[in-house]
């Protein structure tokens, strides 16, 4: 399990303890057994925390590999689904004049993929890695974007 996926599923469990489902400021991040099934809460602690909030969208953000890019109505994706998250769904998804309800997917042999639901506006959604990937070369780029224009999609 990568370092993105577990600290994912921590979060997403941890904020399963919290009303609303809300992080507070601060809270320990020791590691659970039968002792402390929980993270620790401290008293004085500020709940709900504007950073806390905005750390669970940018796990999402990361997670499906969502990039906007307004300008040239473009939605980059490059979905990896992990094992306890197998489907999601985000609905009217806000890209510049359009919108897009997209579902996210991890099949049983752990390959995620999408579907788009329904789309208003101009917009092309292509499947390749972030602009901000350190790892995809030029070679996997094209490749990811010409599979992306293919009838279907």
Not at 134 to 141: M, S
Request: with cysteine; net charge negative; charged share 20%.
């Amino acid at each position: 399990m990568g370092h993105l996926e577990r600290m994912s599923k921590a979060l997403f469990e941890a904020s399963a303890i919290f009303d609303y489902y809300r992080l507070p400021e601060v809270f320990s991040g020791h590691p659970r057994d039968d002792y402390y099934p929980f993270p620790a809460l401290y008293p004085k602690t500020n709940w709900p925390q504007a950073w806390s909030a905005s750390a669970m969208f940018s796990l999402l953000q990361a997670t499906l590999g969502i990039y906007p890019y307004a300008p040239l109505n473009v939605l980059i994706v490059d979905p990896h689904l992990p094992e306890w998250l197998p489907e999601i769904t985000l609905e009217d998804l806000r890209i510049g004049d359009s919108a897009v309800s997209i579902c996210f997917q991890r099949d049983k042999h752990g390959k995620s993929d999408y579907r788009i639901l329904d789309q208003r506006g101009p917009l092309h959604v292509l499947r390749q890695p972030s602009p901000w990937s350190l790892t995809a070369d030029f070679g996997e780029r094209l490749k990811d974007t010409l599979m992306s224009l293919t009838p279907g999609r």
